[in-house]
């Protein structure tokens, strides 16, 4: 059983079954019985229905609004996630027939030497519940336009959005057997995998989730794109301009309760702008209003789960004891569960968990530097690398920063957002492999070459 207990209350908001190992298996081969009809569908076919359930989805905004509030908490004043949703999604319509073209190296009287790209077949996608929608279309609508066949299992916290997807998805006119929603313990998932019932396995979440799906899949050399963790830092600049950087930095490391794979999570400052950053940072933080996501006037709602906030309060915790300093009194609020108060720290050091380990919660340290090398070796001590946020003037100076960092995205003087025209992409312990863009074309296929003598 798969149980939805909701962050603005803690009443089970939704319960549904998950299915037996034999069902899950079946559902596969319908899946993989329907795959070849799916990719015989003229590649404009498939990129017109993909579009139609994409508007089904912007039709259903007004209540997966506020579902979303009610499964993980995100304030409804927010609308939702279709524009981001909608924006991938067509860009990744718009780019599919030149990413899928066929690379011509010679056709001439003498030989035919071509390399196509080639449908995995049946394609996993396991997602997250912080952007339940943004990221499963990241791999979805690619995956249905290349022609393979989807099935979708979403996290626990969010089961409603994989109904949702599927309700639209099967109303603009897409197979039921080519995109299928299904509920799958981690037991199930692990032997499904493990019985090479997948082509692809597109997973988004948790080090450990990741690790667990490597282990499921050892041996079968079945495809994997893994996006896990996040230690995202940002980088002030000696010439930057300290009020844009600290409205995005911040409004980076808070929005969405925190709870963001890209999310600012540790700030380096240069020491010439430390005190006017920190204070336009506990300005900004003072300001939101944390309560109930059904009300129009709360700009930050609970965590997800209780547990989640339980981690991000121990975090705080151990680096007080440590020797930092926090800025933010508790908010009236804050009832010591799901609903947090955000913080910041200053007098943090890289031998505090909050400084090293996800917190995937509303709090940042915040570190005065002294140049850029130094912020460049306090930028790349950790172990994860998605992606990373520079403010200057200078173009040159933030691609030279840039070329030194260790992570999958470098920004200049904007942070956490999600680019399709490039590849979303990590290193370390974030992960490997890449969605979006035209790669997210190439690892939702493989390549295959012609060689073909004339005469």
Not at 19 to 30: D, F, G, N, P, V
Not at 169 to 192: M, R
Not at 275 to 294: H, M, Q, R
Not at 349 to 363: A, L, N, T
């Amino acid at each position: 059983m798969i149980r939805c207990i909701s962050p603005i209350d803690g009443s089970v908001f939704a319960e549904r079954e998950t299915l037996s190992y034999e069902a899950a298996q079946a559902a596969t081969e319908r899946a993989r019985a329907a795959q070849s009809d799916w990719a015989a569908r003229p590649l404009d076919d498939r990129i017109a229905l993909v579009r139609a359930a994409v508007a089904i989805i912007g039709d259903m905004n007004d209540r997966i609004v506020p579902d979303l509030a009610r499964q993980m908490g995100r304030p409804v004043r927010y609308d939702g996630e279709f524009g981001g949703f909608e924006e991938r999604a067509s860009y990744m319509a718009d780019i599919a027939a030149e990413a899928l073209a066929d690379i011509t190296i010679e056709d001439s009287d003498a030989f035919r030497r071509v390399i196509k790209r080639v449908l995995h077949g049946v394609v996993l996608v396991v997602a997250p519940w912080n952007y339940p929608y943004m990221t499963a279309i990241n791999t979805v609508a690619p995956a249905l336009i290349a022609g393979n066949t989807v099935m979708l299992k979403h996290a626990s916290q969010t089961p409603l959005v994989g109904e949702h997807l599927a309700e639209a998805f099967h109303a603009a006119g897409i197979p039921e057997d080519v995109f299928q929603n299904v509920f799958l313990d981690h037991e199930t998932t692990a032997g499904l995998i493990a019985a090479k019932s997948f082509d692809f396995v597109n997973f988004t979440g948790s080090v450990a989730g990741g690790q667990a799906i490597e282990r499921a899949a050892a041996g079968t050399f079945t495809g994997l794109g893994l996006e896990l963790g996040g230690k995202d830092p940002g980088y002030v600049c000696d010439d930057a301009d300290v009020d844009a950087a600290a409205e995005t930095l911040i409004d980076g490391a808070m929005f969405n309760s925190g709870q963001c794979c890209c999310g600012i999570e540790r700030i380096y400052v240069a020491e010439r702008h430390f005190d006017a950053f920190v204070e336009k940072a506990i300005k900004i933080v003072n300001s939101y209003t944390l309560g109930d996501p059904l009300n129009a006037e709360t700009t930050i709602g609970p965590m997800a789960h209780k547990r989640f906030a339980d981690e991000v309060r121990a975090q705080i915790a151990e680096a007080i004891a440590a020797g930092a300093t926090a800025h933010i009194e508790t908010f009236a609020q804050d009832d010591g569960g799901a609903y947090l108060t955000p913080q910041i720290l200053t007098n943090v050091s890289h031998d505090m968990r909050v400084m090293r380990d996800e917190s995937f919660g509303p709090v940042v340290g915040i570190m005065p530097v002294k140049d850029d090398a130094q912020a460049i070796e306090l930028m790349n001590d950790s172990q994860f690398g998605l992606t990373a946020s520079v403010w200057t003037q200078d173009v040159a100076r933030a691609e030279n920063i840039a070329d030194q960092i260790q992570t999958g995205t470098v920004f200049m003087n904007r942070a956490d957002y999600l680019d399709p025209a490039l590849c979303w992409t990590g290193c370390k312990d974030t992960g490997r492999g890449g969605g979006l863009s035209v790669i997210g074309y190439h690892n939702l296929t493989r390549p295959k070459s012609y060689h073909l003598k004339k005469g």
